[in-house]
């Protein structure tokens, strides 16, 4: 089944007091390319979503956007260094002996002192947590493939329409070329007896003449090759694996194929036809970019 590398999908999951939105959208590229931008505490986390991404997808560039917001499940616990709250006291009031200065402090103000009192998220197990992410992720995935999916199948019957197109025109390329030995036989005899009236026609020579003629624009290998090349663009748009590169080579081929039966008939309705075959070839190649 035929995908388009343009897709985008977003999934949101929750748990471990934390709110998990991911987004992931994928455009063309020659090749598989991901990005992954998320908070830096989770960084270890990113060679996961990578090898998530690369299940389902093997050509493109994805942008995987994660966002990790706090819920209020999350409880932040407060921990008081009782060491250095004592500390604290006993310095101050051997000070205020030392100074006589009358002692007055307060828990409060005791409490306000450097790293009596610090207020600390719970630590959180990136392995659990990483079931949240997935889930998130997977649902994000499944939409941008969903996406993907659609578009490629539209791809696909376009494509499919215009193969059949041009295998219309290499038949009618090909029945063309079967009578123009004829058309070059009488060519030449017209041409002949223009500027020999009064000669007769040798008509073994002229023969010759003829078949030099019809092998240096004989194109029957070109046809057979462009056929075979447009059958196995259909097969190729009946597979379930990505296509996009095997369709781009066969366009090559094809492309190469027609260039080469322009190049050799003199024919004008051959001719019309392979400008037609290049048009129609050219839509199929901007296509094609578009397929995974």
């Known amino acids: 089944m035929p995908y388009s590398m343009t897709g985008y999908g977003r999934g949101q999951s929750q748990g471990y007091g934390k709110r998990v939105t991911v987004e992931i959208k994928s455009v063309n590229h020659r090749f598989l390319e991901i990005s992954v931008k998320l908070p830096r505490q989770y960084n270890p986390l990113e060679e996961k979503i990578k090898n998530l991404v690369k299940q389902p997808v093997s050509r493109g560039r994805v942008d995987v956007y994660i966002n990790i917001e706090e819920t209020d499940e999350n409880k932040r616990s407060v921990k008081v260094d009782k060491d250095?709250?004592?500390?604290?006291?006993?310095?101050?009031k051997e000070l205020g002996e030392l100074l006589q200065i009358p002692q007055n402090?307060?828990?409060?103000?005791?409490?306000?002192?450097?790293?009596?009192?610090?207020?600390?998220?719970?630590?959180?197990?990136?392995?659990?947590?990483?079931?949240?992410?997935?889930?998130?992720?997977g649902m994000a995935l499944e939409g941008m493939m969903a996406m993907r999916q659609t578009e490629g199948l539209q791809l696909a019957e376009d494509l499919r329409r215009r193969q059949t197109t041009i295998m219309d025109f290499v038949e009618t390329i090909e029945g063309r070329s079967a009578v123009m030995t004829e058309v070059y036989r009488q060519r030449l005899q017209e041409r002949f007896l223009e500027l020999h009236t009064d000669i007769a026609v040798d008509e073994q020579r002229l023969a010759m003449e003829i078949a030099i003629l019809t092998d240096r624009s004989a194109i029957t290998e070109e046809l057979v090759r462009m056929k075979s090349h447009l059958n196995q663009l259909a097969h190729t748009l009946e597979s379930t694996e990505p296509i996009g590169r095997k369709l781009d080579f066969l366009v090559q081929e094809l492309h190469r194929e027609i260039n080469t039966i322009g190049s050799k008939s003199g024919d004008l309705e051959i001719s019309q036809k392979v400008v037609e075959v290049k048009s129609e070839l050219e839509k199929i190649r901007e296509q094609v970019q578009n397929l995974e």
């Open 84 to 92: 250095l709250a004592i500390a604290y006291y006993n310095s101050l």
């Open 105 to 137: 402090i307060s828990l409060y103000e005791l409490c306000q002192l450097p790293d009596v009192i610090k207020v600390e998220e719970n630590e959180l197990d990136l392995e659990l947590f990483w079931q949240v992410v997935e889930e998130a992720a």
